[in-house]
């Protein structure tokens, strides 16, 4: 599964080191101490894709023109970090404990905590303080316009930006971290980032941010399918949930989603939860006449967020599970790509 030159950090096995960092992500989050003294790569990342855009994109140019250097702009910079993560991946496995660096570097690039705080925020603020609370809240996790949502709707955007967030914030980047390591996450931290910022359909966009926004398309179209069962089975575990409901939903509306990716999750954790979910929506100048995902109720309230909080922490909890497993296996028939050396099985 792993490529034998990344299989190996320090002596530690990646799976390993992988589960462990997504156990220090839910513990330790943002580590914002950490980062009052180095920038976060996330940062840095965005900061290329800013000057990039800014010196690439200008209006005077033609649209031909910017889709070209749209596409140089998506090849260099996922060249540009999958040779970082190269580098990394070498200088950390010269170092005696160069898998501590490694898995830090890994546990913040997951958004599973982050995630989940931003979530649960939605849910307080709108359960405690009421709808301008919520409006608020969800407004730092989703795009669409807060102040055209009745609490209904902010409820559903926060299990909707919760269902989608746990693909790309943390399935995709643990996955291809898993096939690639620090070359891999980087590589997809870098397509989700220039997704996030040039990936649109506005006039400055459309050209510049095409190429970006295949590119997501295509590294989160395995994992936004994995999230998807993950959801379905973390249903089976939580009271009240739907498995069934979750898989036959996910199967049947998925592609109902106007993202080839996003449906999946957000399917399932329709059908796991009983909620009809997506439908119209308005943005900034804008309004998307999306159909509904699930035949359950539109109305959704706080306390369904808390219900879906539960379904991600149990999918979070599957996740690292099968991580274990898998490096079980691995371990019991062994990896002739592993030299000797000190392991980290002590920290689990």
């Given at each position: 599964?792993?490529?034998?030159?990344?299989?190996?950090?320090?002596?530690?096995?990646?799976?390993?080191?992988?589960?462990?960092?997504?156990?220090?992500?839910?513990?330790?989050?943002?580590?914002?101490?950490?980062?009052?003294?180095?920038?976060?790569?996330?940062?840095?990342?965005?900061?290329?894709?800013?000057?990039?855009?800014?010196?690439?994109?200008?209006?005077?140019?033609?649209?031909?023109?910017?889709?070209?250097?749209?596409?140089?702009?998506?090849?260099?910079?996922?060249?540009?970090?999958?040779?970082?993560?190269?580098?990394?991946?070498?200088?950390?496995?010269?170092?005696?404990?160069?898998?501590?660096?490694?898995?830090?570097?890994?546990?913040?690039?997951?958004?599973?905590?982050?995630?989940?705080?931003?979530?649960?925020?939605v849910e307080r603020a709108l359960g405690t303080d009421g709808l301008a609370a919520?409006?608020?809240?969800?407004?730092?996790?989703?795009?669409?316009?807060?102040?055209?949502?009745?609490?209904?709707?902010?409820?559903?955007?926060?299990?909707?930006?919760?269902?989608?967030?746990?693909?790309?914030?943390?399935?995709?980047?643990?996955?291809?971290?898993?096939?690639?390591?620090?070359?891999?996450?980087?590589?997809?931290?870098?397509?989700?980032?220039?997704?996030?910022?040039?990936?649109?359909?506005?006039?400055?966009?459309?050209?510049?941010?095409?190429?970006?926004?295949?590119?997501?398309?295509?590294?989160?179209?395995?994992?936004?399918?994995?999230?998807?069962?993950?959801?379905?089975?973390?249903?089976?575990?939580?009271?009240?949930?739907?498995?069934?409901?979750?898989?036959?939903?996910?199967?049947?509306?998925?592609?109902?989603?106007?993202?080839?990716?996003?449906?999946?999750?957000?399917?399932?954790?329709?059908?796991?939860?009983?909620?009809?979910?997506?439908?119209?929506?308005?943005?900034?100048?804008?309004?998307?006449?999306?159909?509904?995902?699930?035949?359950?109720?539109?109305?959704?309230?706080?306390?369904?967020?808390?219900?879906?909080?539960?379904?991600?922490?149990?999918?979070?909890?599957?996740?690292?599970?099968?991580?274990?497993?898998?490096?079980?296996?691995?371990?019991?028939?062994?990896?002739?790509?592993?030299?000797?050396?000190?392991?980290?099985?002590?920290?689990?």
């Amino acid at each position: 599964m792993l490529l034998p030159a990344l299989s190996s950090v320090g002596g530690a096995s990646p799976l390993l080191l992988l589960a462990v960092a997504l156990i220090v992500d839910a513990c330790a989050g943002e580590m914002p101490v950490l980062f009052r003294v180095v920038p976060h790569p996330v940062v840095l990342i965005g900061n290329a894709v800013n000057t990039l855009e800014r010196r690439l994109n200008r209006d005077k140019r033609s649209e031909r023109d910017r889709f070209a250097r749209g596409v140089i702009t998506v090849a260099a910079l996922i060249a540009a970090s999958v040779l970082v993560g190269l580098a990394l991946a070498a200088l950390f496995r010269r170092l005696t404990y160069g898998w501590v660096a490694e898995l830090v570097l890994v546990a913040v690039l997951l958004a599973q905590r982050s995630l989940f705080d931003h979530v649960a925020a939605v849910e307080r603020a709108l359960g405690t303080d009421g709808l301008a609370a919520g409006r608020e809240a969800v407004s730092h996790i989703v795009g669409r316009d807060p102040n055209s949502l009745d609490a209904h709707g902010v409820a559903r955007a926060g299990i909707e930006s919760l269902a989608e967030n746990f693909s790309d914030g943390v399935v995709a980047p643990a996955f291809w971290y898993a096939l690639f390591g620090l070359p891999g996450i980087l590589a997809y931290k870098t397509a989700n980032t220039l997704d996030s910022m040039i990936g649109h359909l506005s006039p400055r966009y459309r050209a510049f941010g095409w190429a970006a926004a295949r590119f997501d398309d295509l590294v989160n179209f395995v994992p936004a399918r994995l999230s998807g069962l993950l959801v379905a089975t973390a249903a089976a575990i939580v009271p009240r949930a739907a498995p069934g409901k979750a898989l036959t939903t996910m199967w049947r509306d998925a592609g109902k989603h106007r993202s080839p990716n996003a449906g999946w999750p957000e399917a399932a954790m329709a059908g796991a939860l009983g909620l009809a979910l997506a439908g119209p929506r308005r943005y900034p100048g804008h309004v998307a006449e999306d159909p509904w995902i699930g035949d359950g109720r539109a109305r959704a309230t706080p306390q369904d967020i808390r219900r879906a909080l539960l379904v991600y922490a149990a999918a979070c909890g599957l996740l690292i599970a099968f991580l274990a497993v898998a490096y079980v296996a691995a371990a019991g028939v062994g990896d002739p790509a592993i030299p000797p050396g000190p392991r980290i099985t002590a920290m689990v």
